[in-house]
């Protein structure tokens, strides 16, 4: 008689080599703890780690580029995920076509195993040295606001701060201006034990489109509640309780102002990460990790 073998189980974790994918997602983080996995709490990296592992038949975990705090948005976030060599043939359709891309199929069936308020826009095998995080030269974030009397229109109020009071955009464009360049944003961060709160803010500017003011923030990368934090900053001074001089003194200090409060989550989304050409992600890769090791 033949003894019939046992098959691993479905969601066993197999060792061995990897194809690492990138993904490009967009997300409404209201209903979010966050990006980050956390016991109990519904996530974006929660539900995604478990949507690609029913797909892939195995345990996966994504890695972002930026970790975004609850109730924060994306329309251009970017992670990778390192997936068994065995389990890749689980991603593929028998109905796909040659010429379609090679990942389509699997973009098309998460669309049917995630949420509605998780999309995942485009998956590719990222290219030699890639890491979603390490690897990015900078984070491109967008914070909205409006100021209409009858507040944000409820197809809006999801993803834009109803703000009631008057602000001078003029003000806030001077206090902002100081602020570029490589610093120390300590009071504009959350403490995270060993992590270094020395950032190089590359855009900090303003527009206003009738009662809609947006914020256009781009740095190299962002500590805990930083872009958040500089925006709450400015609007005080947009108010007039301070001045623009205020803003740049606080860049002298060690450890996170209490004078202000971070601005609201819902008017933050992350809409762009940028990357070195192929041939400069590991290098970009190292060089990162280094500072963030020094910090």
Known sequence: MTTRRKRPPRNSSVP???????????????????WAAQAEQRTVAGVLDEALATVFRCPVQVRAAGRTDAGVHATGQVAHVD???DAVPNAYSRNARPEDPEFLSLVRRLAKFLPADVRVLDIARAPAGFDARFSALRRHYAYRLSTAPHGVLPQQ????????????LDAMTAASQPMLGLHDFAAFCRHREGATTIREL???DWSRDEDLITAQV?????CWSMVRSLVGALLAVGEHRRTPEWCVEL???????????????????????????????????????DIRSRG
Request: charged share 20%; no cysteine.
């Open 16 to 34: 061995g080599p990897v194809v690492r994918l990138r993904l490009d997602i967009a997300y409404d983080g209201t209903d979010f703890a966050g």
């Open 83 to 85: 997936v068994p060599v």
């Open 218 to 222: 781009s740095a190299d990368a962002f």
């Open 157 to 168: 109020a999801r993803f834009v701060t109803a703000w009631p009071r008057a602000l001078d």
């Open 251 to 289: 860049l002298s200090a060690t450890s996170r102002s209490s004078d202000f409060a971070a601005a609201p989550p819902q008017g933050l989304t992350l809409v762009a990460v940028d990357y070195p050409p192929d041939d400069q992600l590991t290098a970009r890769n190292l060089i990162t990790r």
């Open 202 to 204: 590359q855009r900090l």
